[in-house]
Nanobody
Framework: QVQLVESGGGLVQAGGSLRLSCAAS????????MGWFRQAPGKEREFVAA????????SYADSVKGRFTISRGNAKDTAYLQMNSLKPEDTAVYYC?????????????????WGQGTQVTVSS
């Protein structure tokens, strides 16, 4: 089993920045991609960004390209999401997730482990 814990959410004004962190624990020795998803009230959960096991590959949703940056720590057990130029439409609960194997999955069903989520609220 793998446990994921997110942190770093909060309230920020439009144009501001936040950095989300995700720490994995448990059986984390196998290779795995990590991703961030978000879910706004009344909407489906949507893909935000993914980073490969090596950290060398990344993918982003079109809505966040150029504003968000995903990365992972040297120990491979952590992932980060740097969010700049935040907009009110970025308001959502952000979830960290872990997917086995290689690649950059963008679908929720490809991720086997999920964190509890952290709230990000962007005021206008």
């Amino acid at each position: 089993q793998v446990q994921l814990v997110e942190s770093g959410g909060g309230l920020v004004q439009a144009g501001g920045s936040l950095r989300l962190s995700c720490a994995a624990s448990g059986r984390t020795f196998s290779s795995a991609a990590m991703g961030w998803f978000r879910q706004a009230p009344g909407k489906e959960r949507e893909f935000v960004a993914a980073v490969s096991w090596s950290g060398g590959g990344t993918s982003y949703a079109d809505s966040v390209k150029g504003r968000f940056t995903i990365s992972r720590g040297n120990a491979k057990d952590t992932a980060y999401l740097q969010m700049n130029s935040l907009k009110p439409e970025d308001t959502a609960v952000y979830y960290c997730a872990r997917s086995p194997g290689v690649g950059l999955p963008q679908r929720a069903y490809e991720y086997h482990y999920w964190g509890q989520g952290t709230q990000v609220t962007v005021s206008s």
